[in-house]
């Protein structure tokens, strides 16, 4: 196997410090390696990353959820991993390695065996005639916690920040789209411990800017957004979304002023009523039998859904409160929650229902409910005139509602999700509504685990006090996933160098002529002395097989040794994103190649340009 040690130099802009990857062998040869590339899109993958990947011989499934990183799906997840690696060390995380298995009892001080379900994986051992279970960790914040709660114990040795890259464990209820959700899967995890929220404001930050170096470096077109806070509120939460069509997170985007946030947690800019005012109607009784739903109503009595005002019963802490929204918007509960300054928030059983509105469930009405609990109205209530609403009597709504006039609410509050083209809650823009990816996530976590934990440290005025902690992850297989979710065309995966299984493929035309394939390889052999990686495809095969396996791959840049170039001393060469290739001098070949692709891991600019311009370009 043609392979050698020489790792490679790179220098990132951003900080200016120089890395060597830990990519071990940077050459091969096609026929001693092992990519079963498939011509054929394999059943059950819906999406491309998924398509792609199986067919490019990246990843093999082995069930759902679990897949086999072939050799080049191998090298591709350990350069993502290598890039993740040097940005935390450069952020002065410090590495370790916890084990996958960790005993029952650390989950249940947190609560989190019971919070995180049937996702938690256990597994009952037998020990010495005795069953013991324990927990395949789905993320590490029980055993940092536990870990650090031993060793530490003064102010004087914070604060710190520990990471590792392990596999995580998390028996997702579907497992789907290839490697963005598996059961078993490859996190970075880091867990930063401070003693005070300045303290962790710092460390937060600095992982912060981290990611952005790290997505950066993958050549991901990223956006950080603003997601669900926790204990901690305020600013405490940002996800690293990538916007992707099959993406199953939900991201709400203003261009005009850079707002961005997670579905769940964006707001919503001060709304208006969108009509001209219109005479009030009088109330009127209507039966509906057997007709309950949004859509069911606004058929039977011929109006739209934003003509109707629903009302719907939960219960905040356990106690019933009521929460009117315009018919053709969703309720979002964390607003919910926060609004009612509940811990919890519930959607009430139908008993509980039934004795709040004494009606069956589907007929709730702010008209004559049973019971005065508190009722709060999203603020696009204030604009339906003569709405619709349930009646609190089974089979009937009524119709002409009006506000103010009919019924009054204790308190108007954003309590819905946002929907496109609402208005910026920052500027005067208007928000855009997009499917994204998370490929990581930054969080402040507070004390929650330090307290159950008790993790304390002595604090300088010698009072014991709660580490204050925030955790951080990356899914390194979404990485992969995400970018080529976003990068690809019709005949294959386009690899930003940083992340590309070889760097340069050599394809001589025709194998069995002597003069092509030693001049190929001994590009081959060049190359992989410069410190580029780089694969030879020596198969003896057709050069159309051939040039379908390079874009189907995607590796960034292609020289084709071709009999006719070769009579007048040409070889071509060409990125994977270009139309069209390049002739150059043989004796000078290896030295451009060597040169674009030491400017291209520097910066990813060529391939940024040319495919943010092109692929991303038409999703944004
Ligand atoms: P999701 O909402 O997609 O289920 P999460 O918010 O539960 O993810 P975190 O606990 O924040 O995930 O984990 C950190 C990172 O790990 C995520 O940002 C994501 O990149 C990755 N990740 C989480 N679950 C999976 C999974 N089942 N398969 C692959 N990667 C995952
Ligand atoms: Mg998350």
Redesign the pocket.
């Given at each position: 196997m043609p392979a050698n040690l020489l790792g490679f130099a790179l220098t990132h802009p951003s900080h200016g410090i120089v890395f060597r990857t830990e990519v071990e062998e940077t050459s091969m040869f096609w026929t001693k390696t092992f990519i079963p590339t498939l011509k054929e899109s394999p059943e059950g993958a819906e999406i491309p990353s998924h398509v792609l990947m199986l067919r490019a011989g990246l990843i093999n499934q082995v069930m759902a959820?679990a897949y086999t990183y072939l050799p080049l799906g191998m090298r591709s997840l350990r350069k993502a991993e290598s890039i993740v690696r040097q940005e935390m060390d450069a952020a002065g995380a410090i590495e370790l390695m916890m084990p996958s298995m960790s005993p029952i009892g650390l989950w249940e001080q947190t609560g989190r065996d019971e919070a995180f379900g049937d996702v938690l994986v256990r597994v009952e051992l037998k020990r010495h005639n005795r069953k013991v279970t324990v927990v395949l960790g789905?993320?590490h914040e029980e055993i940092v916690t536990d870990l650090v709660a031993h060793h530490v114990s003064s102010y004087r040795q914070l604060p710190i920040t520990l990471y590792q890259i392990t596999p995580?464990f998390?028996n997702?209820e579907r497992?789907r789209f290839g490697?963005?959700?598996?059961?078993e899967?490859?996190?970075k995890?880091a867990y930063s411990f401070d003693t005070s929220v300045d303290g962790l404001n710092r460390s937060y930050e600095a992982m912060y800017r981290a990611y952005c170096r790290i997505f950066d470096r993958c050549c991901l077109a990223y956006l950080p957004v603003e997601a669900e806070s926790g204990p901690i509120g305020g600013d405490a939460s940002h996800?690293?979304m990538v916007p992707a069509g099959n993406g199953?997170?939900k991201i709400v985007h203003c261009q005009m002023c850079g707002y961005a946030a997670n579905l769940e947690r964006a707001e919503i800019g001060s709304r208006q009523g969108s009509e001209a005012p219109t005479s009030l109607l009088p109330l009127q009784l209507v039966a509906t039998p057997g007709v309950s739903t949004i859509e069911q109503v606004s058929n039977f009595l011929h109006c739209r859904p934003q003509d109707l005002i629903k009302t719907l019963i939960y219960l905040a802490d356990g106690q019933p409160v009521a929460v009117l929204l315009r018919g053709d918007h969703e309720a979002n509960e964390n607003k919910i929650r926060r609004a009612f300054r509940a811990k919890e928030i519930a959607l009430a059983d139908p008993r509980t229902i039934e004795e709040v509105t004494g009606a069956p469930v589907g007929f709730a009405g702010p008209i004559g409910l049973k019971k005065d609990i508190p009722l709060i109205a999203d603020y696009d209530v204030q604009y339906v005139r003569n709405g619709v609403t349930g009646a609190n009597k089974a089979d009937a709504h009524y119709c002409g509602v009006n506000l103010g006039r009919d019924f009054q609410v204790s308190q108007f509050a954003d309590l819905r999700c946002a929907v496109d083209n609402d208005p910026c809650p920052r500027c005067s823009g208007s928000l855009r509504l997009r499917p994204a990816?998370?490929?990581?996530?930054v969080?402040k976590l507070g004390t929650k685990y330090s307290e159950a934990l008790n993790a304390r440290f002595l604090d300088t005025d010698e009072q014991l006090k709660p580490i204050i902690m925030g955790c951080y992850?990356?899914?390194?297989?979404?990485?992969l996933?995400a970018l080529i979710e976003t990068t690809h065309d019709e005949n294959g995966i386009i690899w930003p160098v940083a992340l590309a299984p070889y760097e340069v493929v050599v394809i001589p035309v025709n194998v069995t002529d002597e003069r092509s394939r030693e001049v190929a390889t001994s590009l081959h052999d060049e190359l992989s002395k410069a410190g580029i990686d780089v694969i030879l495809d020596d198969r003896d095969v057709r050069a159309g097989v051939k040039f379908k396996d390079a874009d189907l791959i995607g590796f960034p840049l292609r020289i084709v040794v071709g009999e006719r170039g070769l009579a007048q001393g040409n070889v071509e060469i060409k990125w994977r994103w270009e139309k069209t290739a390049e002739m150059h001098r043989l004796e000078n070949v290896a030295a451009v190649a060597a040169e674009w692709i030491r400017e291209e891991r520097k910066t990813g600019e060529r391939f940024k340009a040319a495919v943010y311009r092109t692929t991303i370009g038409r999703d944004r």
């Amino acid at each position: 196997m043609p392979a050698n040690l020489l790792g490679f130099a790179l220098t990132h802009p951003s900080h200016g410090i120089v890395f060597r990857t830990e990519v071990e062998e940077t050459s091969m040869f096609w026929t001693k390696t092992f990519i079963p590339t498939l011509k054929e899109s394999p059943e059950g993958a819906e999406i491309p990353s998924h398509v792609l990947m199986l067919r490019a011989g990246l990843i093999n499934q082995v069930m759902a959820g679990a897949y086999t990183y072939l050799p080049l799906g191998m090298r591709s997840l350990r350069k993502a991993e290598s890039i993740v690696r040097q940005e935390m060390d450069a952020a002065g995380a410090i590495e370790l390695m916890m084990p996958s298995m960790s005993p029952i009892g650390l989950w249940e001080q947190t609560g989190r065996d019971e919070a995180f379900g049937d996702v938690l994986v256990r597994v009952e051992l037998k020990r010495h005639n005795r069953k013991v279970t324990v927990v395949l960790g789905p993320t590490h914040e029980e055993i940092v916690t536990d870990l650090v709660a031993h060793h530490v114990s003064s102010y004087r040795q914070l604060p710190i920040t520990l990471y590792q890259i392990t596999p995580k464990f998390r028996n997702e209820e579907r497992p789907r789209f290839g490697v963005l959700r598996t059961s078993e899967f490859l996190m970075k995890d880091a867990y930063s411990f401070d003693t005070s929220v300045d303290g962790l404001n710092r460390s937060y930050e600095a992982m912060y800017r981290a990611y952005c170096r790290i997505f950066d470096r993958c050549c991901l077109a990223y956006l950080p957004v603003e997601a669900e806070s926790g204990p901690i509120g305020g600013d405490a939460s940002h996800e690293f979304m990538v916007p992707a069509g099959n993406g199953e997170d939900k991201i709400v985007h203003c261009q005009m002023c850079g707002y961005a946030a997670n579905l769940e947690r964006a707001e919503i800019g001060s709304r208006q009523g969108s009509e001209a005012p219109t005479s009030l109607l009088p109330l009127q009784l209507v039966a509906t039998p057997g007709v309950s739903t949004i859509e069911q109503v606004s058929n039977f009595l011929h109006c739209r859904p934003q003509d109707l005002i629903k009302t719907l019963i939960y219960l905040a802490d356990g106690q019933p409160v009521a929460v009117l929204l315009r018919g053709d918007h969703e309720a979002n509960e964390n607003k919910i929650r926060r609004a009612f300054r509940a811990k919890e928030i519930a959607l009430a059983d139908p008993r509980t229902i039934e004795e709040v509105t004494g009606a069956p469930v589907g007929f709730a009405g702010p008209i004559g409910l049973k019971k005065d609990i508190p009722l709060i109205a999203d603020y696009d209530v204030q604009y339906v005139r003569n709405g619709v609403t349930g009646a609190n009597k089974a089979d009937a709504h009524y119709c002409g509602v009006n506000l103010g006039r009919d019924f009054q609410v204790s308190q108007f509050a954003d309590l819905r999700c946002a929907v496109d083209n609402d208005p910026c809650p920052r500027c005067s823009g208007s928000l855009r509504l997009r499917p994204a990816i998370e490929v990581g996530h930054v969080f402040k976590l507070g004390t929650k685990y330090s307290e159950a934990l008790n993790a304390r440290f002595l604090d300088t005025d010698e009072q014991l006090k709660p580490i204050i902690m925030g955790c951080y992850g990356i899914g390194i297989n979404r990485i992969l996933a995400a970018l080529i979710e976003t990068t690809h065309d019709e005949n294959g995966i386009i690899w930003p160098v940083a992340l590309a299984p070889y760097e340069v493929v050599v394809i001589p035309v025709n194998v069995t002529d002597e003069r092509s394939r030693e001049v190929a390889t001994s590009l081959h052999d060049e190359l992989s002395k410069a410190g580029i990686d780089v694969i030879l495809d020596d198969r003896d095969v057709r050069a159309g097989v051939k040039f379908k396996d390079a874009d189907l791959i995607g590796f960034p840049l292609r020289i084709v040794v071709g009999e006719r170039g070769l009579a007048q001393g040409n070889v071509e060469i060409k990125w994977r994103w270009e139309k069209t290739a390049e002739m150059h001098r043989l004796e000078n070949v290896a030295a451009v190649a060597a040169e674009w692709i030491r400017e291209e891991r520097k910066t990813g600019e060529r391939f940024k340009a040319a495919v943010y311009r092109t692929t991303i370009g038409r999703d944004r």
